[in-house]
């Protein structure tokens, strides 16, 4: 009945049905302020109808509402169906006049309790009924403060409280107003706030930018008032239904004897442990006990309740969702489904893929002794601790020296990423969630905080100065990027680890998913890794890291720089035993699941050294040659520059304006063909090898940079011939794919598949080419600037662009799956990883996406999401 | 009735039924054969019909088949439907043996004629009727050649002849077999194996490639022969009937009396004008006028006709469409328009555009003199003269002392590049049509002779040899890439011009065409040449052109260098007034017509010096440096050192990975709006300036390298504001819009259209991220060989990629115009002056094209052939 009640209003109604104890109170329904709103009056009836339900609250209570007895003291609360920030919230106290004010006093044994909650009742109302500036009881707090030569507002004694109540009803005299010392009046006008409150401007602007409807109007609660410090047997406290650290089925709460809700927050008093009220009030306690249950069973999740024990009676006030650690989010999911309380689905949809992914990354474990420097934003998840560093230079120069480092700036800019790639991690002091700093630091899975305005950066002086800490180069801090905040020398880091109950998620997970999970792994140990971790067979093993070994970078050096066929086939027959080593290895690791092998992909220039270091090289062996007149010595710097100069004739062949359009992937493999025709004949030779000790194993070759059926066509003819003859009579089943990574292999799919068995999405290189942006050259010139400014919505290279890339995507699905009905779909870009685009490839009906070892438990988690969000 | 009678009996037929006198004969149609082919004889009754017409024939030639008075000689031909390679042609003198053979001698006066006929006959029906193997034939006459000591069949004898006819029979005998002295049996067997002929391997295989039925068959044509040797009152002869090098409309002939047809086309004798038949053989002479005039109304084109005067009796023996020059092709499809004979229509699709363009290139101008060295491929169109240079280095060398230089290679490859550059045109011993040096002087617009296998380029002694001519460096040769020949030393060359006739049609194709026509232009001058020649606007002026000047590269540099934006701005504003200047002659120059101008668009770095030219500059002065002892020297190199190393430094800071897909177009735009604000305030002043002189103008502004609308929106919002300031009470109108040359514009294009008045396609930048090619790297790495091996069909920064990049353009339109319907659509990129391209813009429904200005009228052309052949 939330649109008949408002949210609150629900609340109060549902927990009262439950047969739990809440303060009893009433709800005037969502009709009343349309209507009063258009009238300038309450509808007909209702103000006889409150007074109705206002007895009826004293009846039940047993006090009265502005009764000198036992006065009745109600809150009065809005509450729309939807919760909508610029409306009024409550008023506290409604009841409350220079006559009942002592009977609280009295009642309550806290005289300045009593006249505390007075001033706050006039403050509030003059504010939010009367609409006197917040400012003109400010100023007057302000000077008394000065005046009494205090700091807080807890230092108020009951004489200043006098004077303050004083005060502000002589502000309610110069703007010519009263306070309202009739209750009955209080209410009335109270209500008729919250009824107006509905047109402030902000709650019109919100409505409109969220789609409301005008005349949906808000209800209004009245609640009577419990009070927790009415003596010895009353008591206010919080609960988790179970403990929010570890997930563990037990009661966790913390309670004050003779206190209000504030006091606990406050940390003004140490709480009593939540056995001291078993003791001490067995009934209330027991009552708390049963209510927990009663709620666990009606929202079927872990709650955070708010109590108050008003002379020995038990009242619930407050009941919501209990925030939870990760570890804890997981386990109580997982309970939960045991307990019966919620479906193996539910389970899974109530983990959010960050959570999971919380619990992967180093997390600071607290233990109450931190020194807290200060707070910024959450930009980046995870914890690392290193010392200061003030400059992109400095940082790399100490990389050197091992040391790890914590990168500071004011902001980052592109001048920084060097300095990032060798940070543990960064903070900063400007910028948002979507700064370069955040974007960057996301990037490179490193923790950030940023936006830590309270902390001054000095790049001249290389200080940090934050409160009254100053911090120098070499001082050591941790960065809590999960938290966002970050913490004077080296805390105690978590490092990652999937719980039990995780384990028991994840194997659910699989039940669900559609999506098969592979994993990018370039060597077996990352294989073996990703495996433990769940993935069913390898998306992408890129073959040119195993050309970047000390012993064979020299050998793929000198066939490239091969003079001729021969040559380079000589090399190639040294690479090829090398080759099949690593495929025996992972596909022994990898056995019953296939493997996806891409054929040699980068340019060629990429294996040969730096230019700029051979030129330098170069520079120095001539000034030596200059100064020398050893004739012996004299040859020996001759024919090395004459080996120099071979290498740099061979660089500035291969250079390129544009590599990454440049001459690479299957171009390369159609001018060289013997260079793939060694990689497959590795490939196929191992996996022979493989099948024959007794494995099963079904490697999927695949031709990098097609964006022409032709060239697939050509090159698979030409590899097929070397696969059918090495397998002959082996029954070795494999197939020949490609990626799909440039636009118009999209365009063309169907002409493609003809001649692909499988295809997998390359969506590094697709956004690359279907935005025009290259990643090394975007990432610091402008695309921190497009994500600030909200040119992107988000980081394309960290979740697929549907609207661009992802349009190209489904036209590739749909025209090769046309063409090719058994064809093989995935991706294997580095978004394949991001939950936002798992739940994309599952809709446009892709068989697998393929993330690195790290990210497998994330990417099972959200491929199930994907499949249960999906059928809702 | 092709289909039955076969292409050659139909023209035989067409013309008998003009009544053209051509040599009587009937035709076996094409029903007959595939009846033979299945039963292995003649059907019922065909050779009684074939006897009959041959009866027929002897009437009314008045002589007769095998007869010893008159003997009838016949030719049998096939003919199917399709012109056919791998069937049987023609057997000639059928009807010739040892008797009639020497009444045919004293018939013509010539035994040694009728002897070498006689000869002929038995040979190729040997080959072709009894399959005895050709070189059986041959070898005998080379050992009668050697025996006689002679080298050349003329040179054979009477005798020598009659030695030959005996060893030919006995060839037969040693096949066992007899050539058949009965005409009659010579007639059947020929006709069989015709029919045969139809099924050889060559035929069968033709007909599987080019899907034609098998069942169709061939006809055969049995046509008395007729002779031009005859004696005085014979002739032969060959005529155009109109001049196929103007295209004047006047007979253009020779002839030869008597002698035949072969004696014309070896050119033993020289032939005698027309005129002189016209008072020699009145009455033939008048025949072949009307025959001429005849055929042209009936073709309605220029014929090219061979006839035969036998005893003064005209024979027409074959007419075909001639083959013509390009300003021939023009004038005589404007003429027959005149001379009512062919529709405008026809007209302009008679005239293809590569024959215009043919027109717009240099030409050799032939005198007769010219001394030809070899003939190649014709692999690029247009002539140029120059001296010989072997090697990219040297070439480029020369070219620096402004010397003309033809490059000459085996072959090229990316490493000649440089050298093309510079070179005015090609020359290569090997390579195809589509050879890396015809696709990149196509791409450069220079002449290319490719290809040529009998000239043979020595590299080490930096020769030529062809023949017997030896060429070195400093050799001049003249290069006709439109013939494929090249010639020794200057050959007077013939530049461009629009003849009147190609103007006319170029009206008519205005009057036609739906597409729009603009031109790239970048300068006031090269509007002004695009005006001339017929653009209807500017599609492109690239702003970035215009900062090259050595006055204003300096302050773009120091613009680049600013520190901030105070420091730029100042620079800006000295460049603002000679953007004004620009702007004002350029719409002064297009009074009338829309310019678009494209606002900065290349990467800074762009307009920086050269790098390595730094590095080497700094190199020197630490040099002097090191050695100067001279104060005041020290501290000026030093402040020099300093300025170059800042310059440097901005080198570095903007250096990028792949400078295609970087900090370039908007992205620079949204980063610095100060530069484009700039450009916008000068084009709107500009405007506003040129109106008020009473031109009228429509500026249309492009903002290049949108990849998502956001980028547009902003920087539209951005320049509106500035354009709507200062065009106030000016009643300007100018439009915004935006290149699309991004694959995820296309894909978005429904977004962008939002913020876009129009969409001009930026080709080649969108087949580089289409294809993922990066222009520069793959036109010498891979491109070439791509064409070479088929993987390409066509270039496709020639030619629009239909398939992949075309398929983008599609989507753009249709969500474009979807989005907004009066969204003007056009093409910038070079694609734009192709004829495939263009048609296939016309057929995406696109606004207008815009070419180089020297391409425009090719592009009038191909427009209106589009429009023309679409509605066929």
Known sequence: MVAILGGKGAGLAEMTKLGLNVPPGFTISTEACPEYLSKGTFPKGLW?????????????????????????????????????????????????????????????NNRRFALDSYRRLIQ??????MNIPHSDFEEAMIELKIKEKIKSDTEFTEKSLEILIGEFKEIYGKHHMTFPQDPLNQLKMAIEAVFKSWNTERAVTYRELNNIPDDLGTAVSIVSMVFGNMGEDSATGVAFTRDPNTGERKIFAEYLSNAQGEDVVAGIRTPHEIQDLKKEMPEAYSQLIKSAGILEQHYRDMQDIEFTIEKGKFYLLQTRSGKRSARAAIKVAVDLVAEGLIKKEEAILRVMPETLDTLLHPQVRYNGTEKLLGKGLAASPGAASGTIVFSSERAVELSKEKRKIILVRPETTADDVRGMAVSEGFLTQKGGMTSHAAVVARAMGKPAVVGVEAMNVNL??????????????????????????????????????????ANVLLKWCDEYRKLGIRANANTPLEARVARENGAEGIGLARTERMFLGNDRIQIMRAMIMSANLAERLKYLDMLLPMQIADFTEFFRTMDGYPVIIRLLDPPLHEFLPDKEGILNEIFDLKLKLSSTKDSKEMDDLISKLSELKRILDTIKNLEEFNPMLGFRGCRLGLSYPEIYEMQVKAIITAAAKVKDQGHSIFPEIMIPLIGHSNELRTLRNKLEKVAAKLSEGADLEYKFGTMIEIPRACVTADQIAKYADFFSFGTNDLTQMTFGYSRDDAEGKFLASYLEEGILASDPFITVDEEGVGELMKMAVRKGKQARKDLEVGICGEQGGDPETIYFCHKIGLDYVSASPHRIPVARLSAARASLLQSR
Chains 1, 2 share one sequence.
């Open 460 to 501: 001249r002086e290389q200080t940090i100065r934050i409160g009254d800490t100053l911090l120098r180069e070499d001082d050591t801090i941790t960065v809590d990027g999960t938290n966002g905040q970050f913490i004077l020398g080296e805390a105690t880091l978590e490092t990652s680890s999937i719980t039990p109950e």
């Open 48 to 108: 006889e109808e409150i007074l109705e339900h206002l007895k009826i609250l004293q009846n039940s209570s047993g006090k009265e509402f502005g009764g000198l007895k036992d006065p009745l003291l109600v809150s009065v609360r809005s509450g729309a169906a939807v919760s909508m920030p610029g409306m009024m919230d409550t008023i506290l106290n409604v009841g409350l006049n220079d006559q009942t004010v002592e009977v609280l006093a009295s009642k309550t």
């Open 124 to 129: 509030m109302f003059g504010n939010v009924v």
